[in-house]
């Protein structure tokens, strides 16, 4: 996690620094700091907490003539939130600096190495022994590029550097290994950081490093090292994302923002893959044939968070419309046990981000089984993409929000091409496949249709916003859902809320409710709805308050329900598309109402980049 950001050109690092993590807030917002260097000398500044702080810091110090600095925005992993751990971290000496995101983790023994040497550490944190270790090792070469070259050597962890000497003024060395960080190349200025957001505003032109390269960077130059030191030349990029993806566009937050732009997202990824109900569908960068498909004898899903219940919703999706078992796995777990994956294994990677280390890790695993890897990914550019041998970018757009919601919607919509791209493939059931596309095509619509009637949704959320404990229940493909909307209300309100299958209430659940347990049903009309409906009598005479969420509920069962959310009639299996949205917003207004904050909730990142 972390952001990491680098300006060297002709305008004022100060402002550039303090916009590009701005745009970064989302990684991490513990505290912040910038390094700057000018004549010869760097002098760094950090604040505590959210980045204004550090704004404000930067508002009394008036800098105005310093064009050479890095920055920096903490989600603390070594070492409490503290000034003293804050970025950027210095030698001894002063005249080296750097920022860090990742982990490293032999930090301790290289600490007790320089210890012994006569560093002196002022922090908890791992990034300090990078600074010292890289200053010990320019010592010896007066060379930075050559420094940071032998001190990562020794690391062992995941990366990314921006540093800074003060003999080698207006210039930024910087590396990375497992974690991200891209040039930014402009007009006499050139930019480093760990995400685009922050520099999109002032180039469109970036250079992505590979694991283990170096950069020098001044206004007019960029050079780029292989490990070894010898030359490389990476390609220039032209980034995807406009500046106004980054503008709250007169909505209160980012979610709510993100929250109403699922019907566009959706639309535009059926645009080029849907032309009508008959046609075949076309997925550029899914390299599967019929012949590659036939060999597929198991599919396993990994992912983190919120992708792992859009995977949840992919084994339905996929065993219903192909035959093809599905196991589904978070990442963190997938990585410490034998795996089964091989060569007839077909691996499918879900992350926002493309960043999520455990993912990262998991899919660096079953690469070397031999398993075909599918990627589905909002960031095309990402580690997770790089590793792909398939790669399904749902080009949501920028998702600045950190609860994931139309990233949600955008994998659910892929999951669904992808089960009727290898089922179309493998000649499986037409009618099937034609009823699914024209639940698609309906779908943008629909969420419109939910989204009208987002003030009835408010009115419940201030209803239910005193309540401490809440429990989602659905049944078969909605179950993610129930999942999916209890972690939105827990990650921004710090409700407590669970997610069950309705059928297993009884197995256990059942003994919490009573009027302070509020329960929220999904019920579509389907092959559960019945089943569903016996679990909610079962609540209403444990006095549970209950609220549906269902395409209408039946005269002889309205008076079980305290209340009710009604969305247009769907099918059962693209159900899960529709029935988010009412959790999400029934999540952000019951946060806002709370005034909590929204965007940012404590203790969380966007991109969690470490294991
Ligand atoms: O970028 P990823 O999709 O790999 O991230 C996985 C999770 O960290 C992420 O979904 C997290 O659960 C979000 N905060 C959900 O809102």
């Known amino acids: 996690m972390c952001g990491i950001v680098g300006y060297v050109g002709y305008q004022n690092a100060v ?15 513990d505290s912040s700091g910038i390094a700057l260097m000018s004549n010869g000398e ?77 560093a002196i550490f002022k922090s908890q944190t791992d990034t300090e022994v990078a600074a010292q270790l890289i200053a010990f090792e320019y010592g010896k070469t007066n060379d930075l590029v050559q420094a940071v070259s032998s001190a990562v050597s020794k690391l062992k962890g995941a990366w990314a550097f921006c540093v800074m000497h003060k003999n080698e003024p207006e210039t930024i060395v910087a590396t990375r290994k497992n974690a991200p960080l891209l040039i930014g190349a402009g007009e006499n200025e050139n930019f480093l950081s760990s995400d685009i957001a922050a520099i999109i505003k002032y180039t469109k032109k970036a250079i992505y490093l590979n694991d283990g390269q170096i950069t020098k960077i001044s206004k007019d130059k960029i050079q780029i090292f292989n490990e070894d030191l010898t030359p490389a030349s990476n390609r220039m990029e032209i980034l995807p994302f406009e500046a106004h993806s980054l503008s709250k566009m007169g909505y209160k937050h980012f979610m709510l923002k993100e929250i109403h732009e699922q019907p566009d997202v959706v639309r535009n990824i059926l645009q080029d893959k849907i032309k009508d109900e008959i046609s075949d569908i076309a ?17 396993q899903i990994i992912a983190c968070g919120t992708s792992l219940h859009a995977g949840l919703v992919g084994k339905y999706v996929i065993e ?32 926002q981000s493309g960043e999520t280390a455990d993912t990262i890790t998991a899919i660096k695993q079953v690469k070397e089984k031999g398993a075909h890897v599918l990627i589905i990914t909002n960031r095309k550019e990402s580690l997770l993409s790089r590793l792909s041998d398939s790669l399904f970018h749902i080009n949501a757009g920028i998702e600045v929000s950190v609860a994931a919601t139309k990233s949600y919607t955008a994998q659910l919509v892929s999951i669904y091409l992808l089960g009727i791209f290898i089922a179309q493939t493998l000649n499986m059931d037409k009618k099937r496949i034609q009823e699914i596309k024209h639940e698609l095509l309906t779908l943008p619509s629909k969420l419109e249709a939910v989204l009208s009637g987002e003030l009835t949704i408010k009115k419940l959320a201030k209803k239910y916003s005193g309540f401490k404990n809440f429990i989602f229940i659905a049944r078969g493909i909605n179950y993610p859902t129930a999942l999916e909307g209890a972690l939105k209300l827990k990650e921004i309100s710090y409700i407590n ?38 679990n909610c009598e079962e609540a209403y005479a444990r006095q549970a308050k209950l609220i549906g969420v269902a395409n209408e509920i039946d005269e002889r069962h309205k008076e079980l329900f305290d209340d009710f959310v009604i969305i247009p009639p769907v099918s059962d299996i693209v159900s899960p598309a529709l029935n988010v949205t009412v959790l999400q917003l029934f999540a952000y207004f019951i946060a806002e109402y709370l005034g909590k904050d929204v965007d940012q909730p404590r203790n969380l990142a966007k991109s969690v980049t470490v294991e």
């Open 283 to 299: 997925l550029n960068g899914v390299n599967l044939d019929i012949n590659s498909l036939k060999k597929i004898n198991r599919i």
């Open 320 to 351: 219903d419309l192909t035959g093809i078992p599905v196991s589904v796995e978070a990442s963190s777990e997938y990585i410490y046990r034998r795996s089964i994956a091989d060569e007839n294994t077909l691996v499918i990677g879900i992350s």
């Open 15 to 29: 402002d550039i620094l303090l916009d590009g993590l701005k745009h970064l807030e989302y990684r991490g917002y």
């Open 497 to 534: 809320a669970t997610g069950y299958p309705a059928g297993e209430l009884k197995h256990g659940p059942i003994a919490m409710l009573d009027e302070t347990m509020p329960v929220l049903a999904i019920l579509n009309k389907g092959i559960v709805y019945d089943k569903v409906m016996s």
């Open 42 to 118: 760097i002098k760094v500044y950090k604040a505590l907490g959210k980045l204004q702080n550090l704004v404000d810091t930067m508002k009394k110090e008036k800098i105005t003539s310093c064009n050479t600095g890095i920055g920096h925005i903490r989600w603390a992993t070594h070492g409490l939130p503290t000034l003293a751990n804050a970025h950027p971290h210095s030698c001894n000496c002063k005249g080296l600096t750097l920022v860090h995101n990742g982990i490293i983790e032999n930090y301790q023994e290289i600490k007790e190495t320089l210890i012994k040497n006569g």
